[in-house]
């Protein structure tokens, strides 16, 4: 009976449309042209196929190490952001392999609303972080890890434009994007509120150990479309223990012009340091052992503007 007087609703309302345009028509032409050609543009412009924006060159390591291409493309369909504080939705199609001359690689489309991307197109902090976003997507839908290096490819799209629209389309309704989870990496930025007033340093403690596993705390960043960023000097020293057996690693970071620990960003891994302060310094140094990121301790120097980090080496590594 429910559906009954629903279906009677939807055709009363229905009549009632065509009603009124057939007034509309009969009455007042002009209104009734313009009316009709804004609904066809808004149709056109609502059912029109994803375009594509740019691709993502990175590599997946675990389960089965593979190049990976993602297609980040543009979709009307895809509902924009109402506001800065909602939540970036996507649509993601399969994960499918692609086999061309050259290689066997992983191929992966993701659309956004194309109000996403014209917004970080000129915004080079707001699109690394739209990437970034991507590959944390990526990583928890798809159950893979990445590599810590992407890059962005000369061309638009890897693989047909045919097969990128068919696997978008075939998907489910847009999912929002994850928030990187702050426990997988340790930013100096948000630990601003640890600075005493009368101190010109900064010392950050061991972190707490998650209750879930984690697979990386870095992440790196070499995109073609930005200029490079300077690295600066730095010194690393092996500290040993009577066995002459690596115990800890100390890396001293110089940082001339970084005048507050909030202009930087510094995440450890086990193999790994990445140490970001926006527009001015970039450095990454890989380790000569693994080290316990859980136990690592920072120390930033507001006067010398050297940030010294400290990290134990793993035992029995």
């Given at each position: 009976?429910?559906?009954?007087?629903?279906?009677?609703?939807?055709?009363?309302?229905?009549?009632?449309?065509?009603?009124?345009?057939?007034?509309?028509?009969?009455?007042?032409?002009?209104?009734?042209?313009?009316?009709?050609?804004?609904?066809?543009?808004?149709?056109?412009?609502?059912?029109?196929?994803?375009?594509?924006?740019?691709?993502?060159?990175?590599?997946?390591?675990?389960?089965?190490?593979?190049?990976?291409?993602?297609?980040?493309?543009?979709?009307?369909?895809?509902p924009a952001p109402k506001?800065?504080?909602?939540?970036?939705?996507?649509?993601?199609?399969?994960?499918?392999?692609?086999?061309?001359?050259?290689?066997?690689?992983?191929?992966?489309?993701?659309?956004?609303?194309?109000?996403?991307?014209?917004?970080?197109?000129?915004?080079?902090?707001?699109?690394?972080?739209?990437?970034?976003?991507?590959?944390?997507?990526?990583?928890?839908?798809?159950?893979?890890?990445?590599?810590?290096?992407?890059?962005?490819?000369?061309?638009?799209?890897?693989?047909?434009?045919?097969?990128?629209?068919?696997?978008?389309?075939?998907?489910?309704?847009?999912?929002?994007?994850?928030?990187?989870?702050?426990n997988k990496e340790?930013?100096?930025?948000?630990?601003?509120?640890?600075?005493?007033?009368?101190?010109?340093?900064?010392?950050?403690?061991?972190?707490?150990?998650?209750?879930?596993?984690?697979?990386?705390?870095?992440?790196?960043?070499?995109?073609?479309?930005?200029?490079?960023?300077?690295?600066?000097?730095?010194?690393?020293?092996?500290?040993?223990?009577?066995?002459?057996?690596?115990?800890?690693?100390?890396?001293?970071?110089?940082?001339?012009?970084?005048?507050?620990?909030?202009?930087?960003?510094?995440?450890?891994?086990?193999?790994?340091?990445?140490?970001?302060?926006?527009?001015?310094?970039?450095?990454?140094?890989?380790?000569?052992?693994?080290?316990?990121?859980?136990?690592?301790?920072?120390?930033?120097?507001?006067?010398?503007?050297?940030?010294?980090?400290?990290?134990?080496?793993?035992?029995?590594?």
């Amino acid at each position: 009976m429910e559906a009954l007087c629903s279906s009677e609703e939807m055709l009363a309302k229905a009549t009632q449309l065509w009603t009124m345009l057939d007034d509309m028509a009969e009455n007042n032409p002009e209104n009734y042209c313009h009316f009709m050609q804004q609904q066809l543009k808004e149709a056109k412009h609502h059912y029109a196929p994803p375009e594509p924006c740019l691709c993502l060159k990175t590599s997946i390591l675990e389960p089965s190490k593979t190049r990976l291409f993602i297609n980040l493309c543009r979709w009307s369909r895809i509902p924009a952001p109402k506001s800065p504080s909602e939540p970036v939705l996507l649509s993601a199609g399969k994960m499918e392999t692609l086999s061309d001359k050259s290689e066997i690689c992983s191929i992966l489309d993701m659309a956004f609303n194309p109000s996403v991307l014209e917004r970080v197109e000129d915004n080079p902090p707001e699109k690394e972080q739209l990437i970034r976003m991507s590959l944390k997507y990526v990583e928890e839908h798809f159950s893979v890890t990445l590599s810590h290096s992407w890059s962005v490819a000369k061309f638009k799209l890897k693989g047909s434009l045919e097969r990128m629209r068919a696997s978008l389309r075939r998907e489910q309704p847009p999912l929002a994007a994850p928030q990187r989870n702050p426990n997988k990496e340790v930013t100096l930025s948000q630990l601003r509120s640890l600075t005493a007033e009368d101190s010109g340093d900064l010392i950050l403690p061991a972190a707490e150990k998650p209750t879930a596993p984690k697979k990386r705390l870095i992440e790196e960043i070499s995109s073609t479309d930005k200029p490079e960023t300077p690295k600066p000097a730095y010194k690393m020293t092996t500290k040993k223990d009577a066995d002459e057996k690596p115990r800890e690693i100390e890396l001293k970071i110089e940082l001339p012009g970084v005048c507050n620990v909030s202009e930087c960003n510094l995440s450890v891994s086990k193999d790994d340091v990445l140490v970001e302060c926006l527009l001015k310094y970039r450095l990454r140094v890989d380790l000569p052992v693994p080290v316990d990121e859980e136990a690592t301790s920072a120390i930033f120097n507001k006067k010398g503007g050297v940030l010294i980090v400290r990290m134990p080496v793993c035992q029995g590594k």
